[in-house]
Each structure stands twice: as structure tokens, then as C-alpha cells.
């Protein structure tokens, strides 16, 4: 790998993910300030020589997801106007994942309006991490490689040794994740049907599956305020599952979600760090995190050595 041509950058969204990447790859962080005036606006200055440098940038879309989403619009506008050879964006959380359709009249397509900014101001391909719909990827003109924390996510719960785990969906559109998660755990699946009344408010209906006296994994892509998965862990419970754990790529937890998971059924609920953990969620002993700087870094070495990344995927 020739070190001298490749370079790491990273703005405030999750520094920690981007110096565990550059350990593991044996680089140094490449020099940045971004810092803010007064008024709210960010600036931003790169400060060392990255001309035919073939550059990643580690920027999370995660809260606060506007200031994030222009750190990363400017540090990529700046790396292009200092001749970089080539960009490419690396969120391991892509905000806005979520509006990725129009559902209701006079609505944005928000995942499509963000990959075409990050087009507009010089990404020359994306490198992420469980998107919400596997489909965003068809909003970009650019090459997208999408990688899942799968494999880190099994290793943990494999070693974990538990009998009797039925692996369970917490909704029909995540049953194909569910189904991966069950068949690399040799597990049966369940799948709860469950009826959304509006944005962030989730009502269970019913469990398919058989669960009593399984210990069951609730298996999504992110965790935002937590209702889904404290009525589904019940809900599982009230079917006679012996246990609920969970599990989730994304950390998001927004508003009430920590203190809903520290006061509920669940076990244990095992993220990435994709999104850095907030300082009450740290302290809360169910929820425990991951780290998927080696899967990234290995991918980032792909990319730049123009080799395959589908051995990630193992």
C-alpha cells in the first residue's frame, strides 16, 4: 500500500472512529481545523499538502446531522480545490437514509437530494455502512460501496454461546437483514407485524414466528427513540420468550430512547460505533458497543489498492 498517496481526514461527527481506522491502517490523521464563527458558520482549512493524494474522509451524518452533512460538503469541497486526486466520502451513518421515497404528497426524496449534494460538491465515490434501503445506492452517479456490520455483530453474539436463539425481525422491511442475521446463526426467524401511526410512534400487532421459551434477538439497522424495540422486546415476552436481546448497526437513540432501554425488558443492546455514544447512553449498562474501525479500514485499503471488498462480506 503506498502510504504516501493515501491520506485520512475526518471532521467532529466521530474523530474516535476515524483514529481507530488510521491505527489500523498505520497512518497518522491527516491535519484539519474546522472550527466555528460566531454566527453558526463553519470554517474549515486543510493543513497539509494533498495534491494527487488519493483521500477518505470518515464523517457520520449523525446528530447535529446538518452541521455533520456541511463539514463534510466543505472538507470535500477544500480537498478538491488543493488538486486531491480523488475523494471519496466515508459515512458510516448516512443521515437522511429515512426519506428515501416519497410516501405522502409534497415531500422531499431526502437521500436522493444528499447524494446529489455530495456529488455537486466533488465526492468521487461513498463508501457506507448499512443504509436504510439498500436502494439509496441508485441515487448516486458515483461508484458506492456499501458494507454492512454483520460480521462484527455475529462474532459477538456467537461467542456469546446461547441455545435456544431465535433471531427476530422487528418489522416486514427488515426481514431480509433479520433473515442473514438467523442464517449465520444457524437460528429460526420471527418476524413482528406491527402497525405505524405516525413518525416515531410504533403500535406491535402480532409475533409470527414461534418464540416461547427461545431467547430472541431483535435485529434492525438503527435504533432511534427506542419505541419499536421496548414494545416489540414486550410483546415477545408476552409470546413466552425466555429473553429479549437486540441489536442495531446505527446508535442513533434521539430523545427518550436510553431511558426507555435502561427501564425496559431487553438484555442487552449490542450497536457499532458508527455514531459515537452519548455520555448517558455510555452509562447505561444494557447497551454495549462495537467497534468497526477494522471492517472499514480493510475497506478503505480495497479501495485504495483497487481490489475487491466483497471478502468483507464474509
Known amino acids: 500500500m503506498n502510504q504516501n498517496r493515501l491520506k485520512i481526514f475526518a471532521g467532529n461527527a466521530n474523530p ?18 474546522v472550527k466555528q464563527f460566531s454566527d453558526g458558520e463553519i470554517y474549515l482549512q486543510i493543513k497539509e499538502n494533498v495534491r494527487g493524494a488519493d483521500v477518505f474522509i470518515i464523517q457520520p451524518t449523525c446528530t447535529p446531522v446538518d452541521r455533520n452533512l456541511m463539514e463534510l460538503l ?20 448516512y443521515g437522511y437514509a429515512r426519506q428515501d421515497r ?22 468521487n465515490r461513498v463508501l457506507t455502512l448499512d443504509l436504510h434501503a439498500a436502494q439509496i445506492q441508485g441515487f448516486f ?34 426481514v431480509e437483514r433479520a433473515r442473514a442475521f438467523a442464517k449465520r446463526l444457524s437460528a429460526p426467524l420471527a418476524i413482528i407485524d ?40 414486550e410483546a415477545l415476552l408476552g409470546k413466552g420468550a425466555a429473553s429479549v436481546s437486540a441489536c442495531a448497526t446505527h446508535a442513533v437513540l434521539s430523545g427518550p430512547a436510553v431511558g426507555r432501554i435502561e427501564g425496559s425488558c431487553l438484555q442487552e443492546v449490542v450497536f457499532s460505533n458508527s455514531i ?18 477494522h471492517l ?15 471478502g468483507l462480506f464474509v
Do not use: Q, W
Not at 432511534?224 to 422486546?233: F, R, S, W, Y
Open 194 to 233: 406491527k402497525r405505524r401511526e405516525e413518525a416515531n410512534v410504533a403500535e406491535v400487532m402480532n409475533v409470527v414466528g414461534d418464540v416461547r421459551n427461545r431467547h430472541c434477538l431483535l435485529v434492525d439497522d438503527l435504533i432511534d427513540t427506542a419505541g419499536t424495540l421496548v414494545k416489540g422486546a
Open 102 to 123: 416519497k410516501d405522502k404528497p409534497r415531500v422531499p426524496i431526502s437521500a436522493r437530494l444528499v447524494a446529489g449534494v455530495l456529488e455537486t460538491a466533488g465526492a
Open 296 to 310: 472499514l479500514a480493510e475497506a478503505i485499503r480495497s479501495i485504495h489498492e483497487e481490489t475487491s471488498v466483497s
Open 141 to 174: 452517479n458515483i461508484p458506492v460501496d456499501h458494507l454492512f456490520a454483520t460480521p462484527v455483530l455475529i462474532e459477538h453474539f456467537k461467542a456469546e454461546n446461547v441455545s435456544e436463539r431465535t433471531v427476530v425481525s422487528p418489522d416486514a422491511g427488515g
Open 276 to 293: 459515537p455514544l452519548s455520555k448517558e447512553a455510555r452509562k447505561c449498562g444494557r447497551i454495549k458497543s462495537l467497534s468497526i474501525a
Open 16 to 33: 474516535a472512529l476515524a483514529h481507530e481506522i488510521c491505527a489500523s491502517l498505520g497512518l497518522e490523521l491527516g491535519k484539519a481545523m
Open 74 to 93: 466543505l472538507m470535500i469541497d477544500a480537498l478538491k480545490r488543493a488538486s486531491a486526486k480523488r475523494v471519496t466520502a466515508v459515512l458510516p451513518y
